[in-house]
């Protein structure tokens, strides 16, 4: 029997994450970029893996699953490539989230809660406790928990460790391949355009991030996702300082906004390499790369609140990167209903490298018609946060 | 009509000869430089501390820098920031003409103090000049390894030698000057070791002779270099480099190997050289991440990138002049053309005034120059072939060469942003500033072809690309810019 052939199409985390499960689910896969692999929204982000962040419902339940996939995914590729894996720097380090203000705090207390009901470990941290996991954080706080499930990954090289399992899997990778538009037979999608020539498959799954929206409509179904901005700093290497994901209790609010003017809020974290990493900014601009410094200047505010003592570290580099955005906050997985063999996964947002585990899991049982862990209705395709807009696709170049 | 505000980020013979141009065109000027004195790195001045009775006696051409120097720094239109660096340049939105916005901090960098300031000028001139050029070999990553740079920066700077005995290798005409430094300072320099052939030095400099002509101070220059090494009976050799340094904890010796002409080493030809240190160029390697911040285009050579200019010294970016080594590594003569070129017309000057014919000329003749010296002393292509798999790349990050060869030719890691992050390569404090070439060059021969075009919105992965392009302390960013001291300018 000839086997179901599959074109991913975005080598992102989330299309290497596809392509992994859909090869270990026996079937042919080929994963297409326009560029190199990982190289776009996967390589300019923290790496999160986050359940702290999110409000009990449909992406709590996906942030839950992927959370609990990460370690046997990664285990499971160690035993093939133990190298690459060494290099995703899976870090379960836990988050802690500081309240700075007395609304924020009793925010906080009712928002933890919810997600202890919803099965989320969320630990009440008095200021001893607090001082005790992070000795330089700020005295004046308001509140404190711990989420001990959230977690970090170099984010590059964990696409880079989901992909290299993929392709020894049999998967194939084309970079510098750009799809120009689709080719339909019998009312369904058949092949991809390429400079390289004509990519013929029976699904072709939308894994394209931020630009998933222009690529959907090049296929003749498009979707609205959306480019916001966030950018941040790294210092230079330090001793040991932060030892958790320290993050301000606002950054969950700015994580649910959808305004399109600047948003900062603190999330502080140290790498392996030795670095802080300090976040975070939300801007709707468009796929302007520009650097502004009064953005750099809200995020470095914001986390000298948190965290008073590190005025005098010298930041040494800043990067930028876009998020995949959709007007509802919510993924976009499954099958598009206007166009037969056009599949989608993205539409993350800043959550993409977290959820892309999750992500694969639900599409591949979606693809092969399998039940899935999770009810999969909230990230529908058909909803109207992702079709509704689309009789102005031009609004975001214009904004 | 108020003068156009011109400001001018280096103060070496480019930025210094282009804020006397445009102080004569006219202008209000604003000169920057990371030092506390002006003259770059080829005018290195002693600090005043020092009270150096005869500053000159290191130096080439002091007396008319000098003369510039005090005519420029004196003018009432003319504002000095020693000890400033640039930290950003903020590009406009498209419909605002004109340059980038320019941020800096203005205090020595060790300092707590600084203030952070803003400037919107009517055109900036960029003169940062290069740094240098270091290719890896194994054991580069120790003690009483420089730069030569670096170790001249120590002579003429600071009067400190690096060390008793050492080793001047490499290749280019800027080994001589940097060995004359060490006489002078009163190391003895066992050998200068050239790693192009006779042949390949010699085709490069004997062909169209005319054209050094134009370049009689710097052969003269040379010549005097020449001697001093020849009344020091320093051992000069060509084709012939060092391929590793050893020793405990820090350099004791080195070994050296005879070179083809592609740079592949001749088995057996190795020897070894008791030293204390080493001193080691490979050319010059262009500042080009202001440019890049303003959005300046760049053109390839095949001696590197650099900044694409006009006759009159305008790059691709409204507003934005660009002068000296950033165009190409042409020497102090041309640098100090370029710049006064791009002052007067930034100033405001007439492009067409006949004064300019002079200064075009001498931009040219430099040019030439240039590419002459990169055809004479050219990076051989079989250099790599000194790496072991544990030679270190990356200094800052320790990333060693097998590493590198690993995420390249790993299709899953092989695009330049993943390369870096997973390897580390241009990661640490230097920023990618000594590695970053050499990375690049190394990933696109062990890669082979490029792997897709640049992504819309995200910055190309150029070794080149700092949007943050000096530290910042987070406090220093956190408060803000102070004020915009030539706003009603």
């Known amino acids: 029997m000839k086997r179901t052939r599959v074109a991913v199409l975005g080598a992102g985390i989330v299309g290497a994450a596809c392509a992994r499960e859909l090869v270990l689910a026996g079937l042919q896969v080929t994963v297409v970029d326009r560029g190199g692999a990982a190289q776009a929204t996967t390589a300019h982000g923290e790496g999160n893996v986050l359940v702290s962040d999110k409000a009990p419902g449909p992406e709590l339940e996906l942030a839950q699953l992927s959370r609990r996939l990460w370690p046997q995914v990664l285990a499971d590729i160690a035993e093939r490539s133990a190298h690459a894996v060494r290099a995703v720097e899976w870090e379960p380090k836990g988050g802690i989230v500081v309240a700075t203000t007395d609304a924020g705090a009793v925010e906080l207390s009712r928002f933890a809660d919810a997600q202890r009901a919803a099965g989320v470990r969320a630990e009440v941290l008095d200021a001893d406790a607090l001082a005790a996991a992070e000795p330089l954080v700020t005295r004046d706080h308001t509140g404190a928990l711990h989420y001990p499930d959230d977690a970090q990954v170099q984010p590059a090289a964990a696409a880079a460790a989901l992909l290299t399992d993929a392709l020894q899997g049999g998967a194939e990778l084309r970079t510098g391949c750009e799809v120009l538009g689709g080719v339909m037979r019998a009312g369904r999608l058949t092949g991809v355009r390429t400079p390289a020539g004509l990519i013929e498959a029976d699904m072709f799954v939308n894994a394209a991030g931020p630009w998933a929206g222009e690529l959907a409509a090049r296929l003749g179904a498009p979707v609205d996702v959306r480019p916001r901005r966030g950018d941040v700093l790294v210092t230079t290497p330090l001793p040991p300082t932060v030892f958790h994901k320290v993050y301000d209790a606002d950054y969950v609010g700015a994580v649910g906004s959808s305004a399109e003017e600047l948003q900062t809020s603190a999330v502080v974290e140290s790498t392996r390499g030795g670095s802080v990493l300090v976040g975070s900014s939300r801007r709707r601009v468009g796929f302007d790369d520009s650097l502004r410094p009064e953005v750099l200047s809200g995020i470095a505010a914001k986390a000298l609140r948190l965290f008073p003592g590190l005025a005098g570290v010298p930041v040494m580099r800043a990067y930028g990167g876009f998020r995949p955005y959709v007007p509802d906050h919510l993924p976009i997985i499954g099958a598009d209903p206007r166009l037969t063999g056009l599949w989608h996964a993205g539409g993350h947002e800043g959550a993409g490298i977290g959820l892309s585990v999750g992500t694969a899991r639900l599409l591949r049982n979606l693809l092969l018609d399998l039940p899935t862990e999770i009810d999969v209705t909230a990230f529908r395709v058909d909803r109207p946060a992702v079709l509704g807009a689309t009789a102005h696709p031009a609004r975001e170049e214009t904004a | 009509m108020t003068p156009p505000h011109v400001t001018v980020v280096g103060a070496g013979p480019a930025g210094l000869a282009a804020a006397e141009t445009a102080l004569t065109a006219g202008a209000e000027v604003t000169l920057i ?19 150096a009775v005869r500053p000159e006696r290191l130096q080439h051409g002091w007396r008319a820098f000098d003369r510039r120097r005090r005519r420029v720094l004196a003018h009432p239109r003319c504002t000095w920031w020693p000890d400033t660096t640039v930290w950003a ?51 580069w990553e120790l003690p009483g390894v420089f730069t030569a740079g670096a170790a001249q ?117 190795e020897r070894t050289i008791a030293v204390d240190a080493v001193c080691v160029t490979h050319g010059f390697s262009p500042q080009l991440e202001l440019p890049v911040a303003a959005g300046c285009a760049l053109r390839g050579s095949s001696a590197g990138e650099f900044v694409d200019v006009d006759d009159d010294q305008r790059t691709s970016c409204p507003g934005v002049y660009a002068s000296g080594e950033i165009t190409g590594i042409a020497g102090a003569p041309a640098a100090r053309a370029e710049g006064a070129l791009a002052g007067w017309v930034a100033g405001g000057g007439d492009p067409a005034a006949p004064a300019l014919r002079h200064l075009r000329r001498s931009r040219d003749q430099g040019r030439a120059f240039a590419e002459r010296l990169v055809r004479a002393h050219p990076i051989g292509a079989a250099w790599h072939g000194w790496l072991r798999p544990e030679t270190v790349v990356c200094r800052c990050e320790e990333t060693d060469y097998a590493s590198i060869c690993r995420a390249v030719t790993n299709v899953a890691s092989a695009a330049a942003r993943v390369a870096k992050l997973e390897t580390r390569a241009g990661l640490g404090p230097c920023q990618a500033r000594m590695c970053g070439p050499t990375v690049a060059e190394l990933s696109a021969r062990l890669r082979g072809e490029p792997l897709g075009r640049p992504v819309e919105g995200l910055p190309a992965a150029v070794p080149h690309h700092r949007p943050i392009a000096q530290p910042i302390r987070l406090g220093e960013l956190a408060g803000g810019p102070d004020h915009i001291p030539n706003d009603t300018a």
């Not at chain 2, 055109?123 to 290069?130: I, N, P, T």
């Not at chain 2, 002779?209 to 051992?235: C, D, F, M, N, S």
């Not at chain 2, 084709?239 to 070994?255: K, S, T």
Request: net charge neutral; with cysteine.
């Open chain 2, 33 to 51: 430089d990371s030092a506390e004195q002006p003259g770059g790195q080829y005018h290195r001045m002693l600090p005043d501390a020092y009270a």
């Open chain 2, 153 to 269: 920066a120590l002579a003429k700077g600071e009067r400190v030698v690096v060390g008793d005995r050492v080793v001047v290798a490499g290749t280019g005409p800027f080994l001589l000057p940097v060995a004359a430094s060490l006489l002078e300072a009163g190391s003895r320099v066992s050998a200068v070791l050239e790693a192009n052939v006779t042949a390949t030095v010699a085709r490069g400099w004997s062909q169209r002779p005319w054209e050094l002509a134009a370049q009689a101070g710097k052969a003269g220059e040379l010549a005097e270099y020449t001697a001093a090494l020849i009344r020091h009976r320093v051992p000069c050799r060509t084709g012939r480099a060092v391929i590793e340094a050893r020793g405990d904890g820090r350099v004791e010796e080195v070994v050296t190997a005879r070179l083809r002409g592609d740079w592949s080493v001749v088995p057996g030809s």
């Open chain 2, 89 to 139: 340049l903020e590009r406009l939105a498209p419909h605002e003409p004109g340059p980038p916005r320019v941020h800096v901090l203005c205090g020595p960098a060790d300092g707590a103090d600084r203030r952070r300031l803003r400037l919107d000028p009517d055109a900036l001139v960029l003169a940062v000049g290069a740094h240098d050029r270091m290719l890896p070999f194994p054991g």
